[in-house]
């Protein structure tokens, strides 16, 4: 089992060793995009990845703005920037080409044939990727022991939901501390007081918390 926090979409190591692409014909600067996925709690590494990947299967995309954009905003999800979420899935409904959906598909990492399913699941399901049956329902783990680089002193005692998809509240040492997260990114942010909360939604989604472990599993229950 992992003793770190993980995001297990991430495991396989989708995305081969990349340069960052240059998008400058299009009019945009990627090293100052990968610095904003930094500062928007996702991966740049992962994000030059994963933009790589796409712009590789569609080089229009290095001069058309519009198709930069999009490839842009997909991998910034990708790459753990959950702000951008509603934003990519919104780019991936109006895919129009044939390449323009093979390089969105090659830059989340997945096949373009399982990109329609993968766009429907998420309506309903924001945790959902092709692998997760592999990892028996387990999607991320968070919080770790920080003498490790993670972010609690002591295991969680609490978990509760709040009212917002993807979002729970952990109870560590006398502080509240809120996880956002779905399939590609997870972020911790210490609260000033205890959040509120609501009841269990009903989503198959639970959280695995126990006295050993600094880390807090979320697990998702596979339908049918």
Do not use: C
Request: charged fraction near 25%; proline fraction near 6%.
């Amino acid at each position: 089992m992992n003793r770190v926090p993980v995001q297990l979409a991430n495991v396989s190591a989708p995305f081969p060793h990349a340069v960052l692409p240059d998008l400058s014909a299009a009019g945009l600067d990627a090293a100052l995009a990968a610095e904003s996925v930094r500062g928007a709690h996702g991966d740049p590494l992962l994000f030059r990845r994963a933009l790589a990947a796409g712009v590789a299967l569609a080089p229009a995309s290095l001069t058309d703005r519009e198709s930069a954009l999009d490839l842009v905003a997909i991998a910034a999800w990708r790459a753990g920037a959950l702000g951008l979420r509603a934003d990519a899935l919104a780019r991936l409904g109006g895919l129009d080409s044939a390449e323009q959906r093979v390089s969105a598909a090659a830059s989340l990492g997945i096949g373009v044939d399982l990109l329609d399913e993968f766009r429907r699941r998420q309506r309903s399901d924001r945790f959902w990727w092709p692998g997760r049956a592999d990892q028996r329902g387990y999607v991320l783990a968070t919080g770790g022991f920080r003498g490790l680089g993670g972010a609690w002193i002591r295991p969680p005692e609490r978990v509760e939901r709040v009212p917002d998809d993807g979002a729970f509240a952990f109870l560590v040492a006398d502080a509240w501390w809120r996880l956002d997260s779905d399939v590609w990114g997870a972020r911790l942010s210490l609260l000033p007081e205890r959040p509120k909360t609501t009841e269990p939604s009903g989503d198959g989604v639970t959280i695995v918390i126990g006295p050993d472990t600094h880390l807090a599993w979320v697990h998702v229950r596979e339908q049918g």
